[in-house]
């Protein structure tokens, strides 16, 4: 029997979308993610942290999805969220920024991969991963009483003190401005902060004899060859005047 056209054509036409366009269902194979920085230091104004996706799919990832669908999320120290997010352009890649007032310790709460057909893993377990659990964001200086200004009496004597291992009430002692409102806990908190950057002459620790005395003798004005005279080891990644004052100056408020 011939059937007419109009009959046949709907059926070849269904069939066709039905075996040639069907959507994969499997979520993306989620292995791997890198982070540039875990140390964000915003004193110079916003900084950028970027997260390398390692992942697999059957059918490709939407990198620009966005937040809740392809990203890395995080919880502020206080209360809030914040994103990682990525672009097409720019394949495997997420990043966001931290500026001045994002300062603490921002966890990681998981990291959301989406395929171009929605399917979605998400993984809470950033260890799983190999990433840190939180990324700390600082805008630190080395006035570390907050009086406004970096002095030799006050900051100085501080930092060297606490590269010599004094630390409680003998490190901040008679050291504290009068024009500070800090408490002594909260000058030992800016302390401790400021020991992921006291590094000054980038020698791989924080020491007393050069680190600590570069800074009191920058801090009563000594400049040039008289600020790094006698302080400098070998080993040191920064051995200029110019090099070791860019840095201090990097870090003043």
Known sequence: MKYPNYLILPFIFCGFIGTSYAAESHPPVLTAVTVDKTLVDVISGAQTVTFLVNVTDESGINWSAGPNRTTVTFESPTSGYKWAT???????????????????????????ITDIYGNLVRNHDASSLGLPSQIKVIDANFDFDKNGVVEALTDGLLLLRYAFGYREAILTENVISQDSTLSPQEVISNIEQAYQYADIDNDGSVDALTDGLILLRYAFGLRGD????????????????????????????
């Open 226 to 253: 008289s600020l790094i005279d006698g302080v400098i080891i070998p080993n040191a990644g920064r051995t200029s005047a110019a090099d070791i004052e860019t840095y201090i100056e990097s870090h003043m408020p």
């Open 86 to 112: 990525g672009s097409n352009d720019n394949p495997g890649e997420l990043s966001v920024s931290f500026n001045q007032g994002d300062e603490g310790a921002w966890t990681i709460k998981w990291v959301e």
